[in-house]
Structure formats: C-alpha cells, structure tokens
C-alpha cells in the first residue's frame, strides 16, 4: 500500500552544525506533508508544513524541501542545538487522516 | 495554537481490566480526532477515526471491540481499552483536528500520549 518512510533512522551531529533530516513518500497524489518533531514520552509538535504546489519553505531555523519528481522530502534545521534533540517524523495527508513515517532520531553532541 | 488535553499520562493495569483515555480539545471544536499507538523506536501507527456523533473507523487489523472509541461531544473522545493484556501496552495518542479555518482543518494538534502498562 502507499507509504511514507525515512531514509535514515538515526542521526548525529555536533551542536551548531546544519541537520538534514531525509524521507521518500510513495503516494504521488500527496499534495499536502508535514515534519513533527516527538520528544521522549511526548505526543508530536508540528514543526512545518509545506504543500504540493510548493518546492521549499522555510521557517524559523528549520527549511522543508519538497522534490515531487522523486518524490522526497527533506527538513533542515540550521544552527542545530541540543534542544533539537528528539525524534522526527514526516507525515503525508491521506484523504481524511495523516500517515507517519517511520521517523528519525535525532541526536545533537555538545 | 490549537490545545489538545489528553489524559492520563500514564496508567498500569492489571490483566483484564479495562483503562479508558480522554482526549479534549480545549479551544476549538474537533470534528474529527484519531488515535494512534507507538511501540518503543516506532513510528505512530494510526488505530482509529472518530467524527463527532459517528462510529468510528478502524484501520485494518484493529480489534472494535478491544478498543472503544467514543466521540460524543465536538471537544471530547475516549478510547477504552478492554480486557487489557500484556500486549496492549503501549504508548496511545490521540489528534483532533477541526473544521472551518484552513489551518485547523487540515494541521493535526497531538495530545501529550497516554503511557498503558499492562501487568
């Protein structure tokens, strides 16, 4: 069936450097995605949204790419920080409900 | 943004006992609200979709019975697990999401999770 999944389930960086976090949908009727970040024993926290008709977008810190040739999805978070910490989830909206990919761990080094 | 109060936080049961989770949403009104479960390292596996006054729908492979969802009020659903067992446990998660303005209705607010051990 139609999928959402990450391509890495870890990741670690050193405090200050960029992240970049990768996930590669399957349903190429998708027009609109968004990357949670879920800390340890929390529910989900919206990061960013981004859809279809968009290539990129940007917030504070965080940027989310969008390459629907590929059918990729990207988020970057500039300047991580420990606080960034956690894992992270791109989700793709079906027609009445949202599905996670498998999601990513982030982990920020002092 | 939008607020979703899920509780409680964590619960240990024993066996064959039946734990009921709340999920409000405390300034806007949910017309629909999903519940999810997530095993440890996993990803959040949808359960469950309840519109306001309806039965819900349950994904493939998720028992009705095992699980209750009750969506009577547009800021209030419950989900009882019955007869819990052992393998129940599980991290449970409930969204709402609401009608009208664009950004509600299409952006899901998560609730804190609900921790069940079974024992």
């Known amino acids: 069936g139609e999928s959402v999944g990450l391509h890495l389930p870890t990741l670690s960086v050193q405090e200050g450097d960029n992240s970049i976090i990768n996930c590669a949908y399957s349903n190429s009727a998708s027009d609109y995605f968004i990357w949670y970040k879920q800390e340890s024993g929390k529910g989900p926290q919206f990061i960013i949204d981004?859809?279809?008709?968009?290539d990129k977008r940007q917030g504070q810190r965080v940027t989310v790419l969008l390459n629907k040739t590929v059918k990729h999805l990207s988020l970057q978070i500039a300047a991580t920080q420990p606080g960034d910490s956690a894992v992270y989830f791109c989700?793709?909206?079906?027609?009445?409900?949202?599905?996670f990919g498998a999601g990513t761990r982030l982990t920020v080094k002092p | 943004g939008a607020v979703v109060s899920q509780h409680p936080s964590w619960v240990i049961c024993k066996s064959g006992t039946s734990v009921k989770i709340e999920c409000r949403s405390l300034?806007?009104?949910?017309?629909?609200m999903f519940w999810y479960r997530q095993f440890p390292k996993q990803s959040l596996m949808l359960m469950a979709t309840?519109?306001?006054?309806?039965?819900?729908?349950?994904e493939q492979g998720v028992e009705k019975d095992k699980f209750l969802i009750n969506h009577a009020s547009l800021t209030l659903s419950t989900l009882t697990v019955t007869s819990a067992h052992p393998e129940d446990s599980s991290f449970y998660i409930c969204s709402a999401r609401g009608g009208g303005a664009q950004g509600l209705f299409e952006k899901l607010f998560f609730g804190s999770g609900t921790q069940l051990s079974v024992l």
């Open positions: 309840s519109n306001e006054g309806s039965k819900a729908t349950y």
């Open positions: 300034d806007f009104q949910a017309t629909t």
């Open positions: 981004i859809r279809s008709n968009m």
């Open positions: 989700a793709e909206k079906g027609t009445n409900d949202m599905r």
